[in-house]
């Protein structure tokens, strides 16, 4: 089971849960036990749960950990399903734990729909053998007990099925997308061909032209390249469209040897720059070139992607510089995109990579760093950010590691 393309969301949720746990646990312990007498508690089931989800609260400084897969499993299992089943048993099916423990297999369900239903089905097998134990090997089989299966199975399956249609809308809507670029692709990308010639036959006009400059030359000429900055922009968003709307996760296999140096060098000649000015903006630094399998395309809008991000985050606080880092002598290869433009709120910074989020709110539509995501993970790679506001963003860029077979031996395992 890969847990590494839900980590944003599922790791939000998991230190909500855990805070809820620390904080609810001993809560309604009082509740339950002096307030309003249920006739079981357990204050240390109640305490290990509590202990068991305090590294949760931090699971942020864990995410490199191999283990923390296991423990998001041990954790929601313990504390969701197998306690509250547990608790509803004891207390032999009392209205009170049926509704606690209805909507504990709805915030359940609210994580991976395999995650879930994994804990469910191992948290409820766990607290029925443990209840079968304690009572000499008998089984719960009142009519109370009973009668939750068919709510509980009617909450999952809503549950999931609003999840499945959130997923539907998205893809709707990239499917929608997609067909609408599609159809206006041709009409846009001719005007914008007319209107790039003229604006280049207009600066050499200007250029070639024998009167004496006149003053209002030179603004004549910024704004001739300020209008071809936008055709190729324009382009190039069009393509980065077209790329995320239409390329399913098959398309995004890898099939081609890349030399992440040769690759930043063909993006930077790609790019479409206002000027030399901004072109000086960005620094590259190779410290260790390496090879990684993608494809050449996609690997391109993947970088032009984010320094098109980092010359947008110069531009809106006016100054900053942009540096690219290769470092291929690392047991996993990696580039860093750093930029010293306006960086990003922490609480923003947890959206960024997902889709249809922008930001700021007016700028774009929010595709861009989540078909990065999905392109980088598709080969193996991963992609994170580390930010200050106002001051740094870096976005960190680590892959697997550096090919050491020949060309011809990864071609062949690539048949």
């Known amino acids: 089971m890969s847990f590494n393309r839900q980590y944003d969301n599922t790791i939000k949720r998991l230190v909500i849960l855990a805070w809820i746990a620390v904080v609810g646990m001993p809560l309604y312990y009082v509740v339950w036990a002096y307030w309003f007498p249920q006739p079981y508690e357990n204050l240390s089931l109640r305490i290990f749960g509590v202990v068991l989800c305090l590294p949760a609260i931090f699971v942020r400084r864990l995410v490199k950990k191999k283990w923390l897969a296991a423990y998001f499993f041990v954790g929601l299992t313990y504390v969701l399903p197998f306690f509250f ?32 239903f994994l804990a469910y089905f191992t948290g409820t097998a766990l607290a029925y053998l443990v209840f079968a134990i304690i009572h000499g090997g008998s089984l719960p089989l009142s009519l109370q007990a009973l009668e939750q299966w068919p709510i509980q199975l009617f909450a999952i399956v809503t549950v999931s099925l609003a999840k499945v249609g959130r997923k539907v ?24 061909r007319s209107i790039n010639a003229n604006a280049r036959g207009l600066s050499r006009l200007l250029q070639e032209s024998a009167i004496p400059a006149a003053p209002s030359q030179i603004p004549m000429e910024k704004a001739l390249a ?26 995004l296999q890898p099939k081609d040897i890349l030399s992440m140096a040769t690759t930043v060098e063909q993006m930077l000649q790609r790019y479409p720059f206002v000027n030399q000015e901004q072109r000086e903006l960005v620094a590259v630094t190779v410290r260790a070139d390496f090879r990684l399998l993608g494809q050449t395309e996609l690997c391109s809008m993947v970088l032009i992607n984010l320094l098109r991000n980092a010359l947008t985050a110069i531009q809106r606080i006016g100054k900053g510089r942009i540096r690219i880092v ?25 959206h960024i990579f997902e889709r249809f989020y922008a930001y700021p709110e007016y700028n774009g539509t929010g595709i861009g760093l989540a078909f990065c995501k999905d392109v980088l993970e598709a080969w193996g790679a991963h992609i994170r950010l580390v930010s200050r506001p106002l001051a740094y963003t ?16 990864v071609r062949s395992l690539l048949n």
């Open 85 to 116: 089943t547990f608790m509803f048993l004891m207390n032999d099916g009392s209205s009170i734990w049926s509704q606690s423990l209805l909507i504990a297999l709805i915030i359940l369900f609210h994580f991976d729909t395999t995650l879930a």
């Open 169 to 192: 809308l998205a893809q709707e809507k990239l499917a929608g997308m997609a067909t609408a670029l599609a159809t206006v692709s041709h009409e846009l990308r001719t005007p914008l």
């Open 326 to 350: 290769i470092e291929g002598n690392r047991t996993r290869p990696r580039l860093l995109f750093i930029d010293t433009g306006c960086g990003i709120e922490p609480s923003r910074a947890t």
């Open 226 to 251: 300020r209008i071809e900055f936008e055709v190729r922009h324009m382009n190039n968003v069009i393509d980065l469209f077209l790329l995320s709307a239409s390329t399913g996760k098959e398309n």
């Open 394 to 409: 870096i976005f960190v860029l680590d892959f697997p590691p550096v090919l050491q077979q020949k060309a011809s031996d």
